[in-house]
């Protein structure tokens, strides 16, 4: 009986051993991740402020253009 519970007791310490060691190689690809995430919401963030930036100063200037003229109407 005493031989069955210690080798049980390894086999569950060996487990345990293991399990720790797949939680910390999760953790660590979890926080890899995350600042891969990160790198990228900044990377859209950029971008979406150039494409605003392009589209305001594609907008000046007909606006400009356009800032002179009058419509005449059929009366």
Not at 23 to 44: F, V
Request: net charge neutral.
């Amino acid at each position: 009986m005493k031989e069955k519970l210690e080798k049980r007791l390894n086999e569950l310490r060996m487990e345990f051993e293991s399990g720790q060691k797949m939680l910390a190689d999760l953790e660590a690809k979890e926080m890899t991740l995350r600042n891969t995430l990160i790198r990228i919401s900044s990377a859209i963030q950029v971008l979406e402020e150039e494409l605003k930036k392009a589209e305001t100063a594609e907008q000046a200037p007909v606006a400009q253009q356009g800032g002179g003229e009058k419509v005449k109407g059929n009366k």
